[in-house]
């Protein structure tokens, strides 16, 4: 009585599986529990053993074929014997997709053993499946020095595979650092890090390695301050007043206003522990020749605008020219790269600061006023880095919407 041979499941998540090669050919005498066909899954490869004594009737799955667990992929019965009419269905499915299975599996078999042959060397010693040579010879691997992992030893099409990507990973290393060499070739100069290099590098490497720094964007409608920093201008220059109203200024007061009253904000993070300060001491980063610098404004929440706007002066001005000035204990930091024509970026903290403010550059816009008329406005992107420690996004954002609120609002600045 003929036998079907079937896909067998070989763990759990296997659903199919794939024929790797078969042991033996159509009208070769089996006997029960002899390998007889090498299956693999998606993990595992594994033989097949024959599941009565006979003779191999008719291959239904040929190598490299799929096929679901529990289908039939090959039949055993006695020599001479007719396939049952269970078999019969599948093998009129088979010979509808492929015809002439039988003559083809003899003729790839043939064909494969011909060149076993013909091979020397350690590749004759190999033992490796149909479809494996067949991958192998595709893309060009050499499979003499791939150790199989297929029964007894054998080399399987997932050990061409991976010596394939190894191969190529293999490459693109040796790529890469012809690269590097080609560049540090054409290197005109290499010098040492300035000391001032030096130390933004560790304390920027620091911040990032060891706080959980996260960044919010948004924009402030800035229209209504540029009228009101224009009117404040002229109105300081008919008094005789060499105040220099900047942007950064006006920002400089939202901040310390919002910080005011979001104190989780102006926060430090030290040995695990909160110091929350009623003071706002204001870092304003600013920019050298050959590095940035991060002077200080103290006691920023004492300072009307006037006086703030000469504190920020006097700071910036002589940490450009190298005099001494207060580069330590700010609680928040504010960073303008709006001049260089930048939107958005991502500042990073300077620790132990749980939070520190980047500013763009303008953006003009349209928008519908209440009655729905288009009006021109102008927009100034922010962005906020917090370390996520200390705030969550919610306060965080409360925080840029009270500086945006102020920024939208100026007269509000001079309360």
């Known amino acids: 009585m003929a036998t079907s041979i079937v896909m067998p499941k070989l763990g759990m998540t296997m659903t199919e599986g794939t024929v790797e090669e078969w042991l033996k050919q159509p009208g070769d005498t089996v006997k029960e529990g002899e390998g007889i066909v090498t299956i693999s899954s998606d993990k595992l490869t594994s033989e ?208 310390t206003l919002s910080l005011q009253q979001h104190p989780e904000v102006n926060t430090h993070l030290i040995d695990e522990q909160l110091h929350q300060y009623d003071v706002v001491h204001l870092g304003i980063a600013t920019s050298l020749e050959n590095g940035l610098v991060v002077p200080v404004v103290k006691h920023a929440e004492r300072l009307p605008l006037g006086s703030l706007a000469e504190q920020i002066k006097l700071v910036t001005e002589s940490a450009r020219e190298g005099k001494n000035v207060e580069l330590n204990g700010a609680t928040f930091t504010i960073s303008n790269l709006g001049a260089q024509g930048v939107e958005y970026f991502t500042p990073i903290l300077n620790p132990p600061e749980s939070g520190i403010l980047g500013v763009g550059t303008f953006i003009k816009e ?23 420690r200390v705030l969550d996004g919610a306060p965080a954002a409360a925080f840029l919407n009270t500086i945006a609120h102020y920024l939208a609002n100026p007269y509000l600045l001079l309360l």
């Not at 040796?174 to 540090?184: L, P, W």
């Open 366 to 388: 349209f928008a519908l006023d209440e009655n729905e008329a288009v009006k021109q406005k102008i927009s100034l992107p922010l962005s906020l880095t917090f370390d996520h």
């Open 48 to 255: 097949v053993e024959a599941p009565a004594d006979g003779v191999l009737l008719k291959i239904i799955k040929d190598v490299t074929e799929e096929a679901a667990v529990g289908e039939p992929i090959g039949i055993v019965g006695q020599d001479g014997e007719e396939v049952g009419e269970a078999v019969s269905s599948v093998e009129e499915t088979k010979a509808e997709q492929e015809p002439e299975v039988h003559q083809e599996t003899i003729q790839q078999s043939e064909l494969y053993d011909q060149a076993n042959q013909k091979m020397d060397g350690p590749q004759r010693k190999k033992r490796i499946s149909p479809a494996a040579r067949k991958k192998a010879k595709a893309l060009a691997i050499d499979i003499s020095n791939i150790t199989g992992t297929g029964p007894k030893g054998r080399i399987t099409r997932r050990d061409i595979e991976q010596a394939a990507t190894q191969q190529a990973a293999a490459t693109i290393m040796e790529e890469q650092t012809v690269e590097k060499q080609t560049a540090q070739e054409k290197a005109t100069q290499v010098t040492g890090l300035s000391p001032i290099r030096k130390s933004i590098a560790t304390n920027m490497q620091q911040s990032l390695a060891t706080t959980a720094q996260l960044t919010l964007h948004r924009k402030a409608d800035i229209t209504e301050l540029l009228i009101f920093q224009k009117k404040m201008r002229a109105e300081a220059a008919e008094n005789g007043l060499d105040i220099k109203l900047t942007l950064t200024v006006f920002l400089a007061r939202a901040v």
